[in-house]
């Protein structure tokens, strides 16, 4: 028999614990009150913020959202619209610098069924990827890898700011 690979993913039990469960609070309305390491956010702006997803496809999955409360690219105002299409730039640019991937996802998905995990407020998804990310682990397995803890993520992020 082969030896068995243990791979630890433990802070996933926080979402798998949730799934099915509406949050009390918007997390997006909730992150901006919280310290920047806390909260995992990369940048701050006047009308929208960068933060790293705490559930993330890849190293480096972050999200754009504005701090309004609102469903969709129709509701943001001029000023909204634009900080974040910045702010995704921004984080398009420190994530090359920070772990030079091969190319990158962008995207939003509005609406539960179009595999939204918080709906009712608009953010943006910034994946790095990589050649050959996709491997048996997510194809057969059903398990996406992250290779790096997002508070060591957080920290490179910022430092190419």
């Not at 992150?31 to 940048?43: A, V």
């Not at 559930?55 to 609102?70: F, I, Q």
């Not at 943001?76 to 772990?99: H, I, P, T």
Request: net charge negative; charged share 25%; glycine share 12%.
């Amino acid at each position: 028999m082969a030896e068995l690979d243990i791979l630890w993913a433990g802070w996933r039990s926080q979402y798998v614990q949730g799934l099915g469960q509406e949050a009390e609070e918007c997390i997006f309305c909730r992150l901006p009150g919280q310290d920047d390491e806390e909260g995992l956010i990369i940048r701050r702006g006047e009308h929208a913020f960068a933060v790293l997803n705490r559930y993330p496809y890849a190293t480096g999955h972050l999200m754009v959202g504005p701090y309004r409360h609102v469903a969709g690219p129709g509701d943001l105002d001029d000023d909204e619209r634009s900080e974040m299409w910045s702010l995704l730039a921004l984080g398009e640019e420190v994530a090359r610098r920070a772990f030079k991937p091969d190319g990158f996802n962008i995207g939003a998905n509005l609406g539960r069924v179009a595999g939204a995990g918080v709906p009712g407020h608009l953010h943006l998804h910034l994946v790095p990827r990589w050649a050959g990310d996709t491997n048996f682990m997510s194809v057969v397995g059903g398990t996406r890898v992250i290779p790096e803890d997002l508070a060591d993520t957080w920290t490179r992020l910022r430092a190419q700011l």
